[in-house]
């Protein structure tokens, strides 16, 4: 300070350190503004949230589908219209197609259009067995028809869970793919249960206690391994001992498309039975619509 300068009066000292109100306005405007953007951020809806990242990754999925020349199948089908009712979009391959499952290579062929409509004929009444809010929840939303499908260089009959999709190699006879169908179908919701497959302790309780089960479906791809069969205690085919996952959906299967058989079954097979009052109890979660009147209609046919 210059040392002529006088200093300043109490008065005018208190004015200059008192802040204005405009002064405090900006201040706290600054401190809050931030704050609710952050408020809103965690106030935001996770429901919401994963809906719209899950959106977004299934057309991502789609762009990709079509870009390896898979693609929607048009015209005026009933059984593409009723598989749209359901939220299951068909797609069908127009040429060879290369798509990556983890560390594993797909590949399919086209198919004929008989071949398709033959399958849709099979496979749409079948899942028009499920109420719509079912496949929602169990986040299947397209059906992939081919020929020639293969892992790397396995044949294979179908593949589930291929991010949100399902695909089928319809060059099987109808009453496969009937059955087929019902398999897959569970291992779409047994995963939307919990987001796993290969972990459940009360279902394991459910066999004799020495059992073990095998290495896995990949492992076990024998011809005739998934024919139902009642030499098995416990099971319903030999595939069914593969894995628990697997186990789980065959018996599913055999419920939904060979009930007499069934019905026989469970009547001498304490171990069965058990498993499927399980299973009723495990998909029933997923729709309100799944319920004893459904069942009633699957073991009447």
């Not at 067995?129 to 496949?135: N, S």
């Not at 095998?214 to 030999?238: A, H, K, M, W």
Request: charged share 25%; with cysteine; hydrophobic share 45%.
């Amino acid at each position: 300070m210059h040392q002529d300068a006088e200093p300043l009066a109490p008065h005018f000292r208190e004015r200059l350190l008192r802040p204005s109100f405009m002064t405090v306005t900006v201040a706290l405007a600054l401190l809050v503004t931030p704050s609710v953007g952050f408020l809103s951020t965690q106030l935001r809806d996770p429901i919401a949230e994963r809906a719209r990242w899950a959106e977004e990754a299934d057309l991502a999925l789609r762009a990709d589908l079509l870009a390896q020349g898979l693609a929607p199948v048009r015209g005026k089908s009933p059984a593409v219209a009723r598989l749209a009712e359901l939220g299951i979009e068909v797609f069908a391959p127009e040429r060879v197609f290369h798509l990556e499952s983890g560390r594993a290579q797909l590949q399919g062929a086209p198919i004929s259009d008989g071949n398709r409509e033959r399958a849709l004929a099979t496979l749409a009444p079948e899942l028009g067995r499920y109420p719509a809010q079912f496949f929602s929840r169990a986040r299947l939303r397209r059906l992939l028809l081919c020929s020639s499908l293969h892992e790397d260089s396995e044949a294979i009959p179908s593949l589930p869970n291929y991010r949100g999709s399902l695909l089928l190699d319809v060059d099987a006879d109808a009453s496969y793919l009937r059955r087929l169908v019902h398999h897959e179908v569970f291992h779409f919701a047994d995963y939307a249960d919990d987001d796993q497959l290969s972990h459940d302790p009360a279902w394991l309780a459910l066999n004799d206690r020495d059992f073990v089960y095998g290495s896995g479906g990949r492992f076990l791809r024998e011809p005739g391994v998934g024919r139902f069969t009642d030499q098995i205690p416990g099971f319903v085919s030999r595939y069914a001992t593969a894995a628990l996952e697997e186990d789980k959906a065959e018996t599913f299967a055999m419920r939904m498309s060979a009930p007499e058989k069934f019905a026989e079954l469970i009547a001498e097979d304490a171990i069965v039975r058990a498993k499927s009052a399980a299973l009723e109890t495990q998909i029933r979660k997923l729709s309100a619509r799944i319920d004893a009147r459904f069942f009633a209609s699957v073991d009447s046919r």
